[in-house]
């Protein structure tokens, strides 16, 4: 049996529409639900939801940022997958885009009245955050 542990994580970012990153790296530290999973080769094996938020990875001394909403993860020791609704790296990030959908959402959360909980409210938190996810990305919040 080979007990060497592996030196890289080959990471796939996948959403229905296309495969946004194909990358050997050294590091991935992930956005988990309950916190930022931090990922080196030879990682015990996990699946979690991940929130809106920044992925980031490592990859020949460089480090690589996207962002991600809806999505979930499977952690093997050699290999992370990710299913996410949106994805898009940081050179594809419409940061005025981003802006004004993270105005958008600002806005409409002052107009809601404070008892107005549910649907609505979670529509709305979920588009700031992936608005928040996109600036945080490129680093413009
Ligand atoms: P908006 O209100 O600006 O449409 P949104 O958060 O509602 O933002 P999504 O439903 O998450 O948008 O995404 C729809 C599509 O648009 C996805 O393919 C996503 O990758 C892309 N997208 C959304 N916002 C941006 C952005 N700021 N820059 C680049 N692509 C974006």
Redesign the pocket.
């Known amino acids: 049996m080979d007990t060497t542990l592996p030196t890289a994580i080959e990471l796939q970012v996948v ?1 229905p ?1 296309r495969l946004v990153v194909s990358a050997s790296a050294t590091a991935v530290s992930l956005p988990g639900k309950s916190g930022c999973l931090g990922i080196l080769p030879g990682h015990a094996p996990l699946v979690s939801e991940l929130a809106a938020g920044v992925i980031s990875y490592e990859r020949e001394g460089a480090t690589q940022r996207l ?1 991600v ?2 999505g979930f993860t499977e952690v093997l020791p050699a290999r992370v997958i990710v299913l996410a ?4 790296r940081t050179e ?7 802006r ?2 993270r105005q ?1 959402a600002e806005e409409r959360l002052k107009r809601l009245p404070d008892s107005q909980d549910g649907d609505e409210r979670s529509q709305v938190l ?2 700031l955050a ?2 928040i996810a ?1 600036l945080d990305a490129v680093e413009e919040r």
Not at 85 to 88: C, D, F, G, L, M
Not at 92 to 98: G, K, P, V, Y
């Open positions: 959403t529409e962002a909403s809806d609704r949106t994805a898009e594809e990030i419409d940061i005025e885009r981003a004004s959908a958008r979920a588009a992936r608005a996109r």
